[in-house]
């Protein structure tokens, strides 16, 4: 792992917050999280990669459905 990404970005930021939240579940006397939050967050982010990818989809298709494609010669 790159030790040296920035939290200003993106991804420093998420390695960071992961760092944090692991640290902090290790000290806790339950040591991490149940079953049932890593399925809540599991489904969130499912979820939102969900509605990323129909987001992109109608994106695609809309954009695909603009393009005029002329007639072939010769056709009726």
Avoid: C, K
């Avoid at 917050?17 to 489904?43: K, N, Y």
């Amino acid at each position: 792992m790159n030790r040296h990404l920035s939290p200003a970005t993106p991804l420093g930021w998420l390695l960071l917050s992961l760092q944090i939240h692991t640290d902090r579940a290790r000290r806790a006397p339950e040591r991490g999280a149940s079953a049932i939050e890593f399925v809540i967050i599991t489904a969130i982010l499912v979820a939102l990669a969900a509605a990323v990818g129909v987001v992109i989809y109608n994106l695609v298709t809309d954009e695909a459905e603009s393009i005029d494609i002329p007639d072939a010669p010769g056709g009726p």
